[in-house]
């Protein structure tokens, strides 16, 4: 909102996707992030779960809400701190199988990295397929970093230690990592099955981040005199 120098009275909800909402980011940490940016009190604020697509999802939702009319001014983000609040905190379904009471389900609850390697059997994947793919991911978002394509996009932020001293500004993306040495990636074992393809290396990451957009229709956007980046066209 800063940097498109609107004023933030005039965004109508913040749509805030979240995968595990508890903690620092439970109690609607959409409405809790605005009033803390300083949004007047009367712009609302909603959290979302849908797992890994949760940030996605918060688009769809603000693109749905100007499509139909119902908003002219959304800003949809997302947010996770995977070192402070471990995935699957809100429930024990991924380790057990069941929901919290021990509540059966009528599917088999999964840890996202055994789906993982049963998606790659189905399909054939192979480790080194996957190991030169994820190569190319960090190299390509390295570049990407280095020729400055990245830089606006990134808001730097004060690092802090786990016992609150500060520490310096972190400017970039800590999750890319280049060089990449195809050798060391190939000796790691196997995470979630002995003769599986699924290592440290070619699987996401435990991350802290967060991002957000402003979605406005094509009129509120001119009335704001504000520059379009792009348009969503389906969903």
């Given amino acids: ?129 996957l190991d030169a793919f994820s190569a190319r991911s960090h190299e390509l978002c390295a570049a990407a970093t280095e020729a400055g394509y990245i830089a606006s996009q990134i808001v730097p932020m004060q690092s802090l230690s786990k016992d609150g001293a500060r520490g310096g500004m972190l400017t970039h993306d800590e999750g890319v990592r280049v060089p990449v040495d195809l050798t060391k990636m190939a000796e790691l074992k196997t995470i979630f099955r002995k003769d599986g393809v699924v290592t440290a290396s070619n699987a996401s990451q435990i991350s802290d981040g967060s991002a957000a957009v402003l979605l406005c229709s094509g009129e509120k956007a001119n009335e704001l005199g504000l520059q379009k980046r792009a348009r969503i066209v389906a969903r």
Wanted: some cysteine; aromatic content about 2%.
């Fill in 1 to 129: 909102v800063e940097r498109s120098g609107i004023d933030a009275g005039e965004i109508e909800d913040v749509i805030c996707g979240c995968v595990t909402p508890m903690r620092e980011q439970g109690a609607n940490v959409g409405r809790l992030g605005a009033l803390k940016a300083g949004f007047p009190i009367t712009v609302p604020g909603v959290q979302l779960n849908r797992m890994c697509g949760s940030g996605q999802q918060s688009v769809h939702f603000a693109a749905q809400a100007i499509a139909a009319g119902d908003m002219d001014c959304v800003v949809a983000c997302g947010v996770e701190s995977m070192s402070r609040v471990p995935m699957g905190s809100d429930s024990n379904a991924l380790n057990t199988g069941k929901l919290d009471g021990d509540l059966e389900m009528p599917v088999k609850m999964l840890h996202q990295g055994v789906s993982a390697e049963m998606i790659a059997e189905k399909w054939g994947l192979t480790r080194e397929e």
